[in-house]
């Protein structure tokens, strides 16, 4: 079984082709960010590490670390966020190698696809055979970001100039694919990608 990584800035569609991969050629996601957000949730291995360094404060109603309000708290601070990287990502990491030795031993999928923003930093990618970078311009991941997270224009041109550019994750990738258009001509690029 092959593992492909996907990887890019946010609003550049990464998970639009993690689902194309899959769809077209019955490959397995393991989605990062979900993980991600398990980890953090109360009784698992993320949680009171988070606690212990950024406080109860960050805790909503329900007992659960309430996201907005950690995010709130990174945001702009590479410090800070790094500190947070630093607790998260050796969990996702140990998450993904069990879900990839468990789908390895089921013998079912040709491939499996992590679909991970943050590939290349947490050192992800070398868990891959294939990386996949999906890139897009700035007006375009803006606009993406504007809609599925509802916020204002400033708050996304913010948001990307928080992470590092495509220029510094080229370098690991074996496959680009420009995401301006929609998803019909995605779907070619990614079927180009399946089938060279």
Known sequence: MKTIGVTGISGSGTSTVAQLLKELGSGYIISADKLAHEAMLQGKAAF???IQSFGVEILGGDGEIDRKLLSARVFGRPEVLKLLEDIIH???WEATQAYLEALKELGTFPFA???APLLIESG???LCETVILVTASDTVRAQRIMWRDN???EAAVRRLASRVGD?????YAQVIIE???GVEDLREK????LNP
């Open 48 to 50: 009171d590490p988070i």
């Open 124 to 126: 992800m990618h070398t």
């Open 90 to 92: 050796p969990k996702v």
């Open 167 to 171: 220029e510094s994750l080229k370098p």
């Open 190 to 193: 990614v079927l180009a990608v």
């Open 179 to 181: 995401n301006d258009g």
């Open 113 to 115: 696809v992590i679909d």
């Open 151 to 153: 916020l204002t224009e």
